[in-house]
């Protein structure tokens, strides 16, 4: 991630200026703001602007006229209860502004994420940038045997070098080929005076999907964990699980009850099918269950004997 | 609006309650925090929280890193643009969050705005309070011979005064059959030692349509602006207009330039169709058109002379 | 459920109606269309539409041309996966369309799932029938001790007929009041010609949270499910749950094999927090674990002691 | 647009299987069902189901039990009324699923439309085509002077052969490191035995925004017009607007009184600020108006010309 100097001064300014307010405000996150926390090799996620916290979830719960009189016990339980009984709308009442940086193909799956506001650098308006991503050593990986969709082993030294100059080179011509169309160097001036150019809606067709993009992403706190339930999770593509494992550092100062709840009964929880309810229920009683005997799947009987420490079989 | 001491209180408490923020912060708009803004005979709206305001969607047009270089007069503008051209994005950038005492009648339409947030004093919890509405004689009126869901004359005082009876005196029934049906007085005392009362869930389907509920709701300024745009108009319902009439002068407290584009390009233009175009450059051209050649229906045709003042024919 | 004749007839003229066509089929679907199933004392869910069924979410899923060559068994597993790993978008391209009728108490409650289209009968247009809702003495409680939201023991049968009689008087005499604020009679004929009578849209103000109204209702079978997992769970109030019984059986005849996923995976599943699977493992393990030693709350506790038969500590 | 054969057998048995049902059916829709119509050099839109029509839309209107018995012009006619009005809840009971191949740099505009459902191919679980788009000379131009996200003057016969050369270069130069990358032929088969690839997760971010995707798309009618209305729009950038125009003869078979509609009021009508407004009453009463006593900008006054026919000033 390389800022320029007058990028940095921005943010420095932006962090110098505070003001008074009646709002709710979380000291942790305050000192967050603006400060651009690095993902990837030139990726960051920057908070931009909040709205609430676990009071706001605690407030709306209750709908009353004030902040509530309860001891502190009782708040912290409440937000536990509300979560482990899926009732999800009084997280909606906070939210939070993030600005992130982040390759085009990391972009493609976050946007699905429908509840949540969004825009995004136009490359319509503008030009972008010579930036892209390249995976470090350790998370090029090949296709995975057993997962259609994951990484199996990484590569070795030699192929790796490989990979990583091939998509260097690549990107660069690529880009180089984006200044061609436009008819342009990275400062704005022709290239070639007899030329036109092609418009920037059409040349930036020819950029892969390693370049980096930009974006103000805002999302309340429901969705916010709905986003961090399936991007946190260790079958979400390694590119976006980094953003969402900066995003899960920012929940916990924004909202740290919440955060807590949302780790108990949401991230690392367990849904156990029908089946596997009774698969336990024996197990617990003392009797042996094999695979055979289990009514599940192959697959879902080695998720369950992996969860529980079962004997494998 | 009756508010006890102790609300008074806790409201006093809640703006007394200053700190420093980093956020974006609005000066008008925390005047108006947390006091609540009467609307009808019992209802209110307050301010309980915001995020961003006019700059957010600034900010967000042009995605940058600071808050914008540019002149004032720019920012102002660039909103009328976005509002003009129906670039509505950066409008969700922005949100506020309101606490509303409404009757159920209007409960029940406001609902039907689904992009924003909401949760609502649950009858399945609490005892509702004795409150319910009253129209003032003013809103009164008979059904319009001509809008088949609106008003048209007011009644006279006679009908007035039996009609207000008829909705006191039965709206205080319902009430008091409700306590009757939970084995409760106002206190919570039971009533009669031998019954055991309905569950809260049951007895409140004995409240009428005019019983006030309260919400907190909470939308992005889009959103905010499509309600306005449905609800401040002539042809909503006076009850749920009165409360759209109050939160236009909150949006102009919240966010001055967006209202003013609001006013401009959303709540007072009118929407031509192709073939009120048609008419309209026929009429500039100085061209004679009556409703015969006009190829509009009597109604289009009636609104037509009505916005451009032509003579009736 | 009171249907007129003419009712009747146009019901069975729309069965009638049939024609070709290139799209997915339903024939257990189609058997139910149109034909009112009954809900409580007066109202019903009628099937008015549907698009796709399992072969659409299978279809989705593979993104293939045509509709897929795989053997049966594959599109069965495959959806059963889908669903235990949450990719819920291929059951967002099946939708249903439903016509009810039910109590404005329930029609509050439902319409709080917003991701879903509705059309609801309108007392701005048109005037609303003297039909409401009377429990039946099996489902007349009282509050529940341990559950602030729910019901406890029945009531004896004097109370019950207290009760009922009280809810049958109210629902008449507010209706009748409603009438008299129309200055109408049920068949519309004005009742005081020296009155004006009031607006449809205030009048109904006068109208109990009891009375049923009616509407169309669209949904796709993502949200469909959503909505069953909360309703048809037993915390859910009775009456709306007595819908969502309805709809299970119309699930079933929909998608049969989405529907055996839905009870496996979400309706009849157990969510374990990240501390009840630690307790479970120990359990296995054969390690005694009390309520003491499990570092549960008592209440979480007590469901796991519930949901696995352990012995009451 | 290349169909293998394999394809349009598979296309032509789906046109073969028709059954009987009990909904509405549409036999101009019906005629399109599962043939492509191309789009752009290989992209193509295929409707692939559908769920109501106009009559829904009438039906919904209504909330009737039946089709309704009124004469046909009255049900055009509430369709024209509900779409003036802003009445659009009535329009969201119909749906329509479509599969449509198109460029990523569409592909990344359209997701935009987030009240949608979609399934994507997805590049994690299977290998890309080696299909990109490639630009008619007549669609290349350069960046627009006056429109800072638009096209202006077409290229020269020479440039236009240059760029295309260089975006079909780079495309397949793009492709075939894609492969390398993968360690893969297109028909899977490894390329060097020695090396393992990377996996396809990781591969597809050196594909360029110029090569082909496809989804199934899902939408219900009132959002099928937002989307026409803004990419339909000359000022949508012309390889969206190619899908829209598709889009335009997919609805006239569809709903062919909504698509009317549609037309009258949304597509070709004009929003009139509440200046302009003041401005075309003005010029009706034959007063003078210029630009400098419009109160308009620069900008406005010149659209409002243009659409009337004013005198240039």
Do not use: C
Not at 249 to 258: G, Q
């Amino acid at each position: 991630m390389n800022l320029s100097e007058s990028q940095m001064k921005e943010i420095a300014d932006e962090r110098d200026q505070q003001s008074l307010t009646r709002r709710n405000t979380v000291s942790e996150l305050e000192d967050l703001m603006f400060s651009p926390i690095p993902v990837l090799d030139h990726g960051f996620i920057r908070v931009i602007d909040y709205m609430g916290s676990d009071s706001s979830v605690v407030q709306a719960a209750r709908v009353s006229y004030g902040k509530g009189t309860r001891r502190v016990s009782d708040d912290r339980n409440l937000i536990k209860y509300l979560l482990r009984h899926s009732h999800t709308t009084p997280f909606e009442m906070a939210e939070i502004k993030l600005h992130v940086k982040l390759p085009l193909f990391v972009a493609r799956q976050w946007i699905r994420h429908r509840t949540a506001n969004v825009n995004e650098y136009s490359a319509r308006y503008s030009i972008l940038d010579n930036e892209f991503y390249l995976p470090d050593a350790a998370h090029l990986a090949a296709q995975s045997d057993v997962n259609r969709q994951g990484r199996g082993e990484t590569l070795n030294e030699d192929e790796t070098n490989e990979v990583l100059e091939l998509l260097r080179r690549d990107a660069n011509h690529a880009y180089s080929s984006y200044l061609s169309l436009l008819n342009q160097d990275e400062l704005g001036n022709k290239l070639d005076l007899k030329k036109t150019g092609i418009a920037r809606e059409l040349a930036r067709m020819n950029i892969s999907l390693n370049f980096y993009t930009q974006w103000y992403w805002k999302v309340d706190m429901h969705n916010f964990m709905h986003f961090l339930r399936l991007r946190a999770d260790s079958h979400a593509q390694y590119e976006i699980r980094a953003y969402a494992d900066v995003m899960l550092s920012i929940f916990k100062a924004w909202a740290p009850w919440s955060y807590e709840a949302f780790l108990e009964y949401r991230l690392n929880s367990v849904n156990l099918s029908q089946t596997s309810v009774e698969v336990v229920r024996r197990l617990i009683a003392g009797e042996p269950v094999s695979f055979e005997t289990s009514r599940l799947s192959r697959r879902e009987w080695d998720e369950l004997a992996l969860t529980f420490n079962l004997k494998k079989d």
